[in-house]
């Protein structure tokens, strides 16, 4: 039996809302703690979680692991069919962009990448690893995994650029076409300590494979996104000719 008061949550969460929706609250603006909130609605820690949470599923909010509740920023609107760099896909919509490469190697790729890549059993790959941030919050923990022979020396270059335009300059490579998977995850590990949230929290998870003006596969991404961060918008007919500009 729930002895909760679900009137005392929604009242909680409206009164949130409005100020939210006010401007009095504005986004990336840190929350009181969770003690101050409970004593200013004069509520139990159980009650208060369920309204955060609430607002949290609803993007309105957000948590960061040992720093608290977080006003959200409005979500940037992803359309896999519109092929623009992803720095300007972000400008475009008025918003601040930032990409730092934290680590960069050579893995055997697993059973899954080698499924996604039709690699052969125990197939060396270089991979690169991205963090993405929108107006100073990390958002997107990227995962690039390159075939070594289409890109020699590709790891000793500036990474922190649109991989896609590195590619068109240095290899005489450009795409023809991308294919997505989107799906619901939850946050582990390194996933989680990067974006800064808890383990099992929710994110959205984009699989993209990509080919050469030959047909050829070349790479594939596994994107890692906070679910609050990003709304994925599709428009068959907003899709962008290929070449020339890109997404990584």
């Known amino acids: 039996m729930n002895d909760r008061p679900p009137t005392q949550i929604t009242q909680i969460r409206q ?15 840190k929350l009181p703690s969770e003690r101050e909130l409970c004593e200013l609605f004069d509520t139990t820690r159980i009650t208060l979680k369920d309204a955060l949470l609430a607002l949290e599923a609803e993007g309105l909010i957000y948590r960061e692991e040992r720093r608290g509740w977080f006003v959200a920023y409005p979500r940037l609107n992803y359309n896999p069919l519109y092929r623009t760099y992803f720095q300007r896909m972000v400008t475009l919509q008025k ?3 930032e990409t730092k490469v ?4 050579q893995v055997v790729a697993n059973p899954v990448l080698c499924k996604e890549m039709e690699l052969a059993p125990l197939t060396r790959l270089y991979q690169i690893c991205r963090l993405r941030y929108l107006d100073g919050r990390a958002v997107s923990y990227v995962e690039h995994f390159l075939k070594p022979e289409r ?26 076409r ?19 949230v808890t383990a099992g929290s929710p994110i959205l998870m984009i699989t993209r494979v990509n080919y050469d003006q030959h047909g050829m596969l070349v790479d594939c991404d596994h994107e890692y ?14 899709e962008q000719p290929w070449g020339g500009e890109d997404q990584a």
């Open 15 to 29: 009164a949130l809302t409005n100020q939210i929706d006010s401007g009095l609250l504005a986004p990336g603006m």
């Open 95 to 97: 918003r601040q962009v």
């Open 102 to 105: 934290v680590a960069t190697g």
């Open 151 to 176: 890109f020699p020396n590709i790891l000793d270059r500036d990474l922190s650029q649109s991989l896609t335009q590195t590619y068109e300059q240095f290899y005489d490579l450009h795409f023809s």
């Open 178 to 196: 991308s294919r997505f998977e989107i799906y619901p995850s939850a946050a582990r590990g390194e996933v989680a300590q990067r974006l800064n």
């Open 225 to 238: 996104w906070r679910h609050d961060a990003v709304r994925i918008s599709v428009d068959s007919q907003a």
